[in-house]
């Protein structure tokens, strides 16, 4: 059973567009949704994190905005770069002190020049 | 300092194979965690280990094992290899108590 559903699969934009990426989750019990930037051949990063407490948070050009009531919360990067270009994955994590993370299936973001 | 290492980079083996993957958390972190990213997918939870002990086990066969070691790195074995193991796989560490956590560059495992 899927518990995070992320959308779009993909998504190309322009250099300075607002790539916006979605995440739902289905269990209430989830307190912490982190955002991961993934080159291919590398790691995920860690990007940004929101906790529920909170219905947006921004750093630098990357901002998460969360909906509790509608269990969703998602990605805008603005004024995205070609060096933007990367998978993103959206997690959440469970409120027991040893809860992993659930990651999102990935979206392809290209930006192009 | 150094982020979370992983040895080896790449890795091919042969179906039935046994193969041990390893470890080293960022310094002071004494929680890790094993994830497998099959291509195309987001990581999976395989393991999670804090001072030495399991934590927390994701629905993997018993093929899979992990342990910790009292300098908190950590190995993951995996037996009788199977074609769709072929992944790549994933070590994080974090901060106990911590929900930040720090992947490494992973090893990218191919079962021929």
């Known amino acids: 059973q899927q518990q995070v559903k992320q959308s779009p699969q993909s998504l190309i934009v322009q250099k300075g567009g607002i790539p916006i990426i979605n995440c739902a989750y289905e269990n209430t019990a989830f307190d912490y949704f982190p955002w991961y930037q993934q080159f291919p051949g590398k790691g995920p990063a860690l990007l940004i994190a929101i906790r529920p407490d909170v219905s947006e948070k921004k750093e630098g050009r990357f901002t998460i905005s969360f909906n509790k009531s509608a269990k969703q919360f998602s990605l805008h990067i603005m004024d995205s770069q070609p060096g933007d270009s990367a998978t993103y994955f959206c997690a959440t994590r469970g409120n027991s002190g040893y809860s992993t993370l659930t990651f999102g299936k990935g979206t392809m973001l290209l930006v192009s020049p | 300092d150094a982020g979370v290492t992983q040895s080896p980079t790449h890795l091919i083996k042969t179906r039935g194979q046994h193969v041990t993957l390893r470890c080293s958390p960022i310094?002071?972190?004494?929680?890790v965690s094993w994830y497998q990213q099959v291509l195309g997918q987001g990581p999976q939870f395989i393991f999670q280990?804090?001072?030495?002990?399991?934590?927390g086990r994701g629905n993997f066969p018993d093929r899979f094992s992990a342990r910790q070691f009292p300098n908190y790195s950590s190995e993951l074995n995996v037996n009788a290899l199977l074609l769709g193991d072929s992944a790549l796989y994933l070590c994080?560490?974090?901060?106990?108590?911590?929900?930040?956590?720090?992947f490494g560059p992973g090893t990218r495992l191919t079962v021929l």
């Open positions: 310094s002071g972190h004494k929680s």
């Open positions: 994080a560490s974090s901060l106990q108590g911590s929900s930040e956590q720090f």
């Open positions: 280990y804090y001072e030495k002990e399991e934590r």
